[in-house]
């Protein structure tokens, strides 16, 4: 008897903690969850996909820098491109109004933000607050190229990144700083030997396979997915900077070693070339940027920039090369305009275009049209006597952004195959004698205009 009478109690127990079991899980269900508003409705949760991992990370990020009045603005290309394509509708959604995550809760690994580093009054204090919040961060740095022409300043490092990483979703926070031409710049992100390169997943990253450089955006405040965030406002002109914003800085320490073999013209002469070419350099790419006409530094130009971070004061010109798919019928009467009268146009759109222009103290700007073959590149050139024409090829370029007198300017990525093509191997050695049909070595004769195609 005994012996039942402990079955049955053990059953009744069990039973019994069962029944509050099953209550308690009821309970949670039904009136906790409805009481915190969270996922009160399967349905409902599925359909608002708030409680993704990248929104979350991204409302986290969003309270940790508005707490700390850091101004960071979305980059992050896929959204961007999102929100273009929704725009109207974005535009006139108000905070807590939306029913449906369809930006931030796209399956990625990243979310790129992006912030002006002067604008960041409290890093370290920054720092110590994401990792409260539950953040792992990495900080990139590396030495400022700015001070790289200072001998004394040259090596200070600078944080160019940020990854912050929640649970599987992780903030890429790209540090943009200011430079001389007005212009935005952010570094490479190398990684150090001591990094776990397995933090996450680098190789998807958008940003940081080599130095960008960017216009100064404007930027403008939406309401995405019910959060708050300043996007650029004409983020369709960010959007197509970025596959062409690669940035290559110019090389002060060969420079240095150039002028210690070479030393460097400082006559009143030398002076007085520098600062008109500079003008007139300035002059053209302002000119050119309002017809939205892309060039690059050429010749003596780009080899001034290459070899020496400054103009070579011999050069007597400024250079500059241009795609002829980018020529404009206007371009002569807009230099015209800003008082740098022709010179000399030499060849047709179709062969071997070349334009001249003569700005002050006896400067000139010499304009040369790029024509694209199968495997190489070429400009032409016309002596005015004879109507000879010659060719200047190049192998194959792209271009990008470098920073030469204070500007933001472009210049073959290939730079020392355009530099060679043009000079040879010798290219180091100052040669102040140049023939410009017979010195390149990249030229050969292109026939001869007629009589009456030429006078």
């Given at each position: 008897?005994n012996r039942?009478?402990?079955?049955v109690?053990?059953?009744?127990l069990?039973l019994t903690s069962?029944?509050f079991?099953l209550?308690?899980?009821?309970y949670?269900?039904?009136?906790?969850s409805?009481k915190n508003g969270?996922?009160?409705?399967k349905?409902?949760?599925?359909q608002i996909g708030?409680?993704s991992?990248?929104?979350r990370a991204?409302k986290k990020f969003?309270?940790?820098?508005?707490?700390?009045?850091v101004?960071?603005?979305?980059?992050d290309?896929l959204i961007?491109e999102m929100?273009?394509?929704?725009?109207?509708?974005?535009k006139?959604?108000?905070?807590g109004s939306?029913?449906?995550?369809?930006?931030f809760?796209a399956?990625r690994d990243?979310t790129?933000?992006a912030?002006?580093?002067?604008l960041?009054k409290?890093e370290e204090?920054?720092?110590r607050?994401?990792?409260?919040?539950?953040?792992?961060?990495?900080k990139?740095?590396?030495?400022d190229?700015r001070l790289d022409?200072?001998d004394s300043?040259s090596g200070?490092?600078?944080?160019?990144?940020y990854?912050?990483?929640?649970?599987?979703?992780?903030i890429?926070?790209v540090?943009?700083?200011?430079?001389?031409?007005?212009?935005l710049?952010?570094?490479h992100?190398?990684?150090?030997?001591?990094i776990d390169r397995?933090?996450v997943?680098?190789?998807?990253?958008?940003?940081?396979?080599?130095p960008?450089?960017f216009d100064r955006?404007e930027?403008?405040?939406?309401t995405?997915d019910?959060?708050e965030?300043?996007?650029?406002k004409?983020?369709?002109h960010f959007?197509?900077?970025?596959p062409?914003?690669r940035?290559i800085e110019c090389?002060?320490k060969?420079?240095?070693?150039?002028?210690?073999?070479?030393l460097d013209d400082?006559?009143?002469?030398a002076?007085?070339f520098?600062?008109s070419a500079k003008?007139?350099?300035?002059?053209?790419?302002?000119?050119?940027?309002?017809l939205g006409?892309q060039?690059?530094?050429s010749s003596?130009?780009?080899?001034?920039?290459?070899?020496q971070?400054?103009?070579i004061?011999?050069?007597?010109?400024?250079?500059l090369?241009?795609?002829?798919?980018d020529y404009k019928?206007?371009?002569i009467s807009a230099?015209q305009?800003?008082?740098l009268p022709?010179?000399h146009?030499?060849?047709?759109?179709?062969?071997s275009?070349e334009?001249?222009?003569?700005?002050?103290?006896?400067?000139?700007l010499?304009?040369f049209?790029f024509?694209?073959?199968t495997?190489?590149?070429?400009?032409?050139g016309t002596q005015a006597?004879?109507?000879?024409?010659?060719?200047y090829?190049f192998?194959?370029f792209?271009?990008c952004w470098?920073e030469?007198?204070?500007?933001?300017v472009h210049?073959?990525?290939?730079?020392?195959e355009?530099?060679?093509a043009?000079?040879?191997?010798t290219?180091?050695?100052?040669?102040?004698t140049?023939d410009?049909k017979?010195?390149p070595p990249?030229v050969?004769?292109?026939?001869i205009?007629p009589i009456?195609?030429?006078?």
């Amino acid at each position: 008897m005994n012996r039942i009478n402990k079955n049955v109690i053990l059953a009744l127990l069990t039973l019994t903690s069962s029944a509050f079991l099953l209550f308690q899980l009821y309970y949670y269900k039904h009136y906790l969850s409805a009481k915190n508003g969270v996922g009160s409705s399967k349905s409902k949760g599925s359909q608002i996909g708030f409680d993704s991992t990248q929104w979350r990370a991204v409302k986290k990020f969003i309270m940790l820098t508005s707490s700390q009045n850091v101004p960071v603005y979305l980059i992050d290309p896929l959204i961007l491109e999102m929100i273009n394509k929704n725009f109207e509708q974005v535009k006139n959604t108000s905070r807590g109004s939306t029913s449906e995550c369809r930006f931030f809760c796209a399956p990625r690994d990243f979310t790129a933000f992006a912030l002006q580093y002067h604008l960041w009054k409290n890093e370290e204090g920054w720092f110590r607050i994401a990792e409260n919040m539950g953040f792992q961060c990495l900080k990139i740095e590396s030495k400022d190229p700015r001070l790289d022409g200072i001998d004394s300043l040259s090596g200070t490092e600078i944080p160019l990144h940020y990854i912050c990483r929640l649970a599987t979703h992780a903030i890429h926070l790209v540090i943009f700083h200011e430079r001389s031409g007005n212009y935005l710049w952010h570094g490479h992100l190398r990684l150090k030997r001591h990094i776990d390169r397995k933090f996450v997943p680098f190789r998807k990253l958008q940003f940081g396979r080599y130095p960008g450089a960017f216009d100064r955006p404007e930027l403008q405040q939406l309401t995405v997915d019910g959060l708050e965030v300043l996007i650029p406002k004409d983020s369709m002109h960010f959007l197509e900077e970025i596959p062409h914003s690669r940035f290559i800085e110019c090389r002060y320490k060969e420079a240095r070693a150039f002028f210690q073999q070479y030393l460097d013209d400082n006559t009143v002469e030398a002076m007085t070339f520098r600062k008109s070419a500079k003008e007139l350099l300035q002059l053209a790419a302002k000119t050119l940027k309002k017809l939205g006409v892309q060039f690059w530094l050429s010749s003596g130009t780009c080899l001034g920039w290459y070899r020496q971070c400054n103009i070579i004061p011999y050069s007597k010109d400024v250079d500059l090369g241009i795609f002829i798919q980018d020529y404009k019928p206007e371009i002569i009467s807009a230099f015209q305009g800003v008082g740098l009268p022709l010179k000399h146009k030499f060849g047709k759109v179709e062969d071997s275009l070349e334009l001249s222009f003569q700005g002050k103290d006896d400067v000139k700007l010499d304009i040369f049209f790029f024509y694209e073959e199968t495997d190489h590149m070429w400009n032409g050139g016309t002596q005015a006597k004879t109507g000879k024409k010659f060719k200047y090829v190049f192998p194959k370029f792209t271009l990008c952004w470098t920073e030469f007198v204070d500007m933001k300017v472009h210049v073959p990525c290939e730079t020392i195959e355009y530099i060679e093509a043009n000079y040879g191997k010798t290219w180091k050695i100052p040669v102040k004698t140049w023939d410009w049909k017979s010195s390149p070595p990249n030229v050969q004769p292109n026939g001869i205009w007629p009589i009456s195609e030429w006078d």
